[in-house]
């Protein structure tokens, strides 16, 4: 696969499910492809406070492009927020994350 023809995900903040765990995405920004030993990831990093705990942020991410079963682009960290918050635990989508 070319480079081409991968998403471009820049300025975005995604959640990407993978086979292994689907119960708990994973949540990256400033997302874009590498080549690791002959296999393709999404390196990213963990933003700041988007989670109860925040122990990752900052920290740099990659998920094998080969093992997400699905992901979801919000256009920015402040929509996901804003997205985030309007969800009342436990109820929606905020039961999947805890």
Do not use: N
């Amino acid at each position: 696969m070319s480079q081409k023809d991968l998403p471009d995900f820049s300025g975005k903040l995604l959640l990407f499910w993978v086979r292994s765990d689907d119960r708990h995405p994973s949540v990256m920004t400033e997302c874009r492809f590498v080549d690791q030993a002959g296999r393709l990831f999404v390196l990213g990093r963990a933003p700041e406070g988007v989670s109860d705990l925040d122990w990752m942020a900052g920290a740099e991410v990659a998920v094998a492009w080969d093992s997400v079963v699905m992901y979801v682009v919000f256009p920015d960290v402040k929509t996901y927020r804003d997205r985030m918050g309007a969800i009342s635990r436990p109820k929606g989508l905020r039961a999947l994350f805890q």
